[in-house]
């Protein structure tokens, strides 16, 4: 019993983190069209802004909200720079804009901090002591903190799309740009927002999953993060912010699980095993689990 | 479009030394290239394997419009393929070759069948399971393949055939010397190809799949026969490969990264173009290697990305594509008249895209 909630708690911690990841994309995806590739590269990079901070001695959550303050403004420029002005071409255009990007802060990240890995200090007490014990398993307080921001985030994600004007200017924009257009809204600057409001998300993603990974904050930190988060969106549904928290929950489970307790593909197979169990939902819902179907004319 | 100068008609005199041109100017890069020194030969002979494999991912993702992530899969299955026939079965390198190929095309074919009911992005998910899933595999099944410690094919076993009179210590001039034809193969292969009735189905695909299904394309096998194709493709590029590096890993080069390398290729070399893959591959090669002395590789990444958000912004055919639009401005090659009596009329105008 005490193991199947450890493991329950590592899959939900890690699901939680690939959650909010997906989230960003999904923004991203609802205004433009595509998966921002680049996404888990900004965010590293952002993530080696807050350590750095760190390590000039501010505390942490200074430099995480210092963080995400760059990942916004990287966000937009990106958008407003590099995005727009191809995005009416094609989607493969804009993916390879976003492969670019991606190598691209990668390898900036590397010039100016080195591939060594660094020592990312947590946002909460992550001591070997900070524990609680919920039937006779030890939850963390490190990951309950992540659950905690998981939390929050969303909440303020869903408050943001669903009460505020901002909000539904983007549902506006990502249901029907013209039509959006057409009645006011200023369609531009909502994608920037949007794009801005990932960068923020991600930022947020990359300090909170540096301390937990097992190689701390390195240049491929991120990039395992993306392809979960990515498998994770297209799960639930490229368009569903919803669909992002329960794809994102799911995998992690589904990783810690069968991890855990098929024997067959042991330790050694758990990312297959869960994206193939991903490919076999998409066979029957080909639009994801909560993705809306594109209907198109001629 | 201006008219060009200089209209060549299909199959006359002149367009036939032209291609003969071409095809002798082709032949003394080669033999230029076989006569430099080892290292440099052996670099060049990565340029044509990975021209190979990228010309395997062009006919998914450049003809077809089916964003693939996996490749890498192909090309680590044909590498293992030869790499396990080679050390454990002890079978003749060069014939392991068809068999890497075959398994591609299944594994192919298998990863082309969700595309049934899933498009788009959701199908680069299903290439992207494929991706990640063959790493772990290779790890899982350590028996066969030597699994995270990685395997190593002896440099005895890759000797020359005798008949070519090569020393075992030249077996890097033999290996490029195929690569090179394998590589002229399949271009003629992917021409053929995409210049036939399913090469046009195939674009019809990519550029509308309902307009395409509803004039009678059957998107379904288009889409699983391309798949099994460009795998193919690209998993003999792998067999090669393992020929080339003698030692195999799991996360040395048939990682996700190795995708995104083929799929950075053709697109800075030109996507749907014949001869995009060969300049992706120059590039792949030559830009990380001229730069790698700058501030351990990582300036090569900053290039890279540059140069692939510049590539989009300038030239979104590739510098391929730019260079055949340039060029036929000056040449065309125009069908021959239907009234003609040495031709019979072509079905589809011929555009001068091919020959240097």
Not at chain 2, 79 to 102: N, R, S
Not at chain 2, 217 to 246: E, N, P, Q, R
Not at chain 2, 312 to 340: D, H, I, K, Q, T
Request: aromatic share 10%; glycine share 12%; net charge positive.
């Amino acid at each position: 019993m005490d193991i199947f909630l450890e493991r329950l708690f590592d899959g939900v911690t890690n699901g939680a983190v690939y959650a909010i990841m997906a989230m960003a994309l999904v923004v991203v995806f609802r205004g433009t069209g595509t998966i921002n590739f680049a996404q888990g590269e900004m965010a590293l990079f952002t993530t080696y802004i807050a350590w750095w901070l760190t390590v000039q001695g501010q505390p942490v959550w200074v430099a995480a909200i210092i963080a995400s303050a760059v990942g916004f403004v990287l966000g937009a420029v990106t958008e407003r720079t590099l995005i727009r002005p191809i995005r009416k071409r094609n989607d493969m255009a804009t993916l390879i804009v976003a492969l670019g990007l991606f190598t691209g802060f990668n390898a900036l990240a590397g010039l100016i901090w080195n591939s060594e890995n660094k020592n990312m200090p947590s946002l909460f007490p992550a001591g070997q002591d900070d524990y609680a014990t919920v039937g006779g398993a030890r939850l963390y307080f490190d990951a309950l903190g992540v659950w905690l921001v998981v939390i929050l985030l969303i909440g303020a994600v869903f408050f943001l799309f669903n009460r505020t004007r901002i909000g539904l200017h983007m549902r506006a924009v990502a249901d029907n740009p013209e039509s959006a257009a057409l009645t006011g809204v200023k369609t531009g600057r909502i994608l920037m927002l949007g794009w801005g409001l990932a960068g923020i998300i991600g930022s947020f993603a990359g300090v909170l999953i540096a301390p937990l990974s097992s190689q701390q904050l390195g240049l491929t930190t991120m990039f395992p993060i993306l392809i979960y988060a990515s498998a994770a969106a297209l799960f639930g549904g490229l368009d569903s912010p919803v669909g992002a928290v329960v794809g994102g929950l799911a995998i992690g489970l589904l990783e810690a699980m069968i991890t855990g307790y098929v024997d067959f593909v042991g330790g050694t197979l758990p990312q297959t095993a869960a994206l193939v169990i991903i490919v076999f939902i998409l066979l029957f819902k080909p639009t994801g689990l909560f993705g809306t179907r594109q209907m198109e004319r001629l | 479009m201006t008219s060009p100068r200089l209209a060549i008609v299909q199959g006359s005199a002149q367009h036939r030394a032209l291609q003969l041109g071409g095809l002798a100017l082709a032949a003394l890069v080669l033999l230029w290239g076989a006569g430099q020194e080892p290292f440099r030969v052996g670099q060049l002979t990565s340029v044509l394997i990975f021209a190979i494999a990228i010309s395997g991912l062009n006919l998914a993702t450049g003809y077809t419009g089916l964003l693939s992530i996996g490749h890498s899969a192909f090309f680590g299955l044909g590498a293992y393929t030869t790499g396990i026939l080679i050390v454990t079965y002890d079978v003749e390198p060069m014939l392991t070759l068809p068999v890497a190929t075959v398994l591609c095309f299944v594994l192919g074919f298998l990863v082309g069948l969700p595309a049934l009911r899933i498009r788009g992005l959701y199908l680069a998910l299903v290439t992207l399971a494929v991706g990640v899933a063959f790493p772990e595999l290779v790890r899982r099944f350590a028996d066969l393949t030597g699994g995270a410690a990685g395997m190593v094919i002896r440099s005895r076993q890759l000797a020359p055939p005798e008949w070519t009179g090569l020393a075992l210590g030249q077996r890097g001039v033999w290996l490029y010397w195929v690569s090179a034809v394998t590589l002229i193969v399949v271009l003629l292969l992917v021409r053929n190809l995409t210049r036939s009735r399913t090469g046009m189905a195939m674009i019809a695909t990519r550029d509308n799949e309902l307009a395409a299904a509803s004039s009678g394309v059957h998107i379904a096998s288009v889409k699983t026969i391309v798949f099994g194709l460009s795998g193919a493709v690209t998993g003999l590029a792998g067999g090669l490969f393992a020929m080339y590096v003698g030692a195999l890993s799991p996360d040395g080069s048939f990682t996700l990264l190795k995708s995104i390398e083929l799929i950075t290729g053709l697109f800075v070399g030109g996507a749907a173009t014949l001869y995009g893959p060969v300049a992706g591959a120059l590039a792949v090669v030559f830009i990380p290697y001229y730069s790698s002395d700058l501030a351990s590789g990582h300036v090569s990444g900053i290039i890279f990305g540059a140069v692939l958000i510049l590539i989009v912004f300038l030239m979104p055919e590739g510098v391929v594509g730019v260079l055949g639009r340039a060029l036929r401005r000056v040449v065309r090659v125009v069908p021959s008249s239907p009234s003609a009596p040495s031709e019979p009329p072509a079905s589809t105008p011929q555009k001068r895209e091919d020959t240097p």
